[in-house]
């Protein structure tokens, strides 16, 4: 089998499985892999990671455009003068989920 219909069909896998990341990304993950010598379970481990991670992002941004929030906040836009008794610290350690 050529490079090229090798190509063909793992973007026609892709599409069908519904992996739009993986099929993006094989060549660049594949040119990468063979000059750093990976084996093919960390080639596939690699791209594997690259379709989760944008997955589970996109999966959070539906789901917070779906709450339908009047704006987006975080940890970094909130204002600690408003509430002078709250502790920084405390809220700094809470926020790494480490406790």
């Known amino acids: 089998m050529s490079d090229n219909s090798i190509g063909k069909h793992i973007e026609f896998a892709a599409r069908a499985l ?16 063979r ?3 990976w084996t093919h379970e960390q080639y596939l481990s690699a791209i594997l990671d690259r379709q989760v991670s944008e997955r589970e992002a996109n999966g ?3 789901r917070i455009s779906g709450a339908r929030f009047p704006a987006i906040k975080t940890l970094e836009d909130f204002t ?5 008794g709250l502790r920084r610290d405390v809220i ?8």
């Open 18 to 33: 519904k992996m739009p990341t993986i099929r993006r990304c094989w060549a660049e993950l594949a040119e990468r892999a």
């Open 35 to 37: 000059a750093e010598n």
């Open 60 to 62: 959070t941004a539906l």
């Open 80 to 84: 600690f003068d408003h509430v002078p």
């Open 92 to 99: 700094a350690h809470l926020a790494t989920s480490t406790w």
